[in-house]
C-alpha cells in the first residue's frame, strides 16, 4: 500500500471525512510535501474501501456536488498501526537525479563541465537552504511548515556535503572512469 493511502488512513483515524476535505486535510498538515491531487484522493480511497480498509458512512450535499464521507474501519486501523510500528529499512541503494547527473556529466563530459555543473547546482542548493531558513526564522510560520522545513534543510545540507566532496574528486572519478 501507497505512502499516500497510510497517510489517508491516518487523516480519517480523526472521524470521518469526504474526499475533498481528505485532500485539504493532507495539504494543510504536509504544506511543502508533493500535494495531492483530487483525483488520487478519490483513486486510493476506492482502493481503501474494496480493500475494506475504509468504508462509506453517508453522502451529503453542501452547496454543490453529493459528497461522500468515508469512515475508517477496524481493519483500517489494524493496517494503520501495523505501518506506524513498522521501522523503514535504510535503502540498500543510492538513487537519485542529482547523483545520476554528476555520474553522467563525468562520463560524457571533460572534468571542467562536471565541475560547472556541481558548482551551479550547489548555487541553487545554497539559494533553496536560504529560503527555508528564512521561513523557519519567521514567527507565522505554522509548525507544520517548520518541520518540513526542517526535514528539506537537513537533505539540502548533506547534498551540500556530498557535491563538496565530489568536487574535490571530479578530477580522479573522471580519470578513473576513462582509464
Known amino acids: 500500500m501507497s ?3 497510510h497517510v489517508l488512513l491516518a487523516l480519517l483515524a480523526g472521524g470521518p471525512l469526504h474526499g475533498y476535505d481528505l485532500k485539504k486535510a493532507h495539504d494543510l498538515r ?12 478519490y483513486a486510493t480511497l476506492g482502493r481503501l474501501e474494496r480493500d475494506g480498509l475504509v468504508e462509506q458512512v453517508g453522502t451529503s450535499r453542501e452547496g454543490g456536488p453529493d459528497r461522500t464521507r468515508f469512515a475508517l474501519t477496524d481493519a483500517g486501523r489494524q493496517a494503520l498501526a501495523s505501518w506506524l510500528a513498522t521501522v523503514e529499512t535504510p535503502a540498500p541503494y543510492v538513487s537519485s537525479e542529482l547523483l545520476a547527473k554528476v555520474v553522467v556529466a563525468l562520463l560524457v563530459a571533460d ?3 562536471a565541475r560547472a ?14 529560503e527555508l531558513t528564512a521561513l523557519k526564522a519567521d514567527p507565522a ?6 518541520v518540513a522545513a526542517d526535514f528539506a534543510l537537513t537533505h539540502l545540507d548533506a547534498d551540500l556535503r556530498w557535491m563538496r566532496t565530489t568536487l574535490e574528486r571530479v578530477a580522479e572519478l573522471h580519470q578513473e572512469i576513462h582509464a
Open 30 to 41: 504536509f504544506p511543502k510535501a508533493k500535494p495531492l491531487a483530487f483525483g488520487q484522493v
Open 111 to 113: 572534468p571542467e563541465q
Open 3 to 5: 505512502t499516500a493511502a
Open 141 to 146: 510560520t505554522p509548525l507544520g511548515d517548520v
Open 117 to 130: 555543473y556541481l558548482t551551479a547546482q550547489r548555487q541553487a542548493h545554497t539559494e533553496r537552504l536560504r
